[in-house]
């Protein structure tokens, strides 16, 4: 495994959830932390929970679901003094959270491929050409496990969506020094995941780490469990 003291992670949906999970289990690494939310006001507690670590905090903000607000919060993240060297691509939406299959609206596929993919695709292009320059970085991109939901069908296509867009990058990053995989943080207790979910979100931890700790010749376009 790498050591990550002193580089920086950008972790979109940070303010709360497996996002803020992350966040603390990457500072704990010594690495300095970009903070992500839909507001400012919303990525308050994570900075709280990372207020002890010595590490930088930055806290950035937009709606992924607006193609302006992601142009301006890429403006944002690369305004700031550090450079991303690892990108965790972990805010989606399930939206809506449960339909009938035949029930599903133009819109609900829209937004949920804006936010889980269309906003994914635009960070990787941001700060991918970086991390190459540079031969370094690390970029997780969160997926699901979730199978026969059909209630939850554009959420579970957007998560393919995810791992074919994955697995196709992965195949430009051989020899650069760059990783890119996908983590599956496995059933959750969030906002997301509800209240059923068979493990709390504490659990994430520390298995969501690993695909930043890969070497620089190590697992490229794979898919990683958190939960054991």
């Given amino acids: 495994m790498i050591n990550l003291h002193g580089k920086t992670a950008f972790i979109t949906g940070s303010s709360r959830g497996i996002g803020q999970q992350i966040a603390i289990g990457l500072a704990q690494q010594g690495c300095n932390i970009i903070v992500h ?14 207020q002890n670590f010595p590490v930088s905090k930055y806290h950035v903000y937009g709606e992924l679901s607006d193609q302006e607000q992601v142009r301006d919060l890429i403006k944002q993240v690369k305004a700031l003094p550090d450079q991303v060297d690892v990108l965790y691509n972990n805010a989606a ?15 609900d596929w829209s937004r949920s491929f804006e936010v889980n993919v269309f906003a994914m695709y635009e960070l990787c292009k941001a700060f991918l050409p970086a991390m190459i320059d540079r031969k370094f970085g690390r970029v997780i991109n969160l997926t699901s496990g979730i199978t026969h939901e059909p209630e939850l069908a554009p959420y579970g296509a957007t998560k393919w969506a995810v791992n074919k867009l994955t697995d196709d990058i992965s195949s430009k990053l051989e020899g650069t020094g760059v990783r890119i995989n996908t983590l599956d943080p496995g059933w959750l207790r969030t906002d997301l995941g509800g209240e059923y979910a068979s493990n709390p979100v504490e659990a994430v931890l520390p298995g969501a780490l690993e ?7 190590g697992a490229n376009g794979q898919l990683f469990s958190a939960l054991r």
Avoid: F, N, Q
């Avoid at 939310?37 to 990372?50: I, N, V």
């Avoid at 939406?93 to 819109?107: G, L, Q, V």
């Avoid at 695909?211 to 010749?217: F, I």
């Fill in 37 to 50: 939310g839909r507001s400012l006001e919303s990525c308050a507690k994570t900075l709280d929970l990372l």
């Fill in 93 to 107: 939406i399930m939206s809506p959270y449960r339909k009938d299959i035949w029930s599903h609206t133009w819109e």
């Fill in 211 to 217: 695909p930043a700790l890969v070497e620089d010749d």
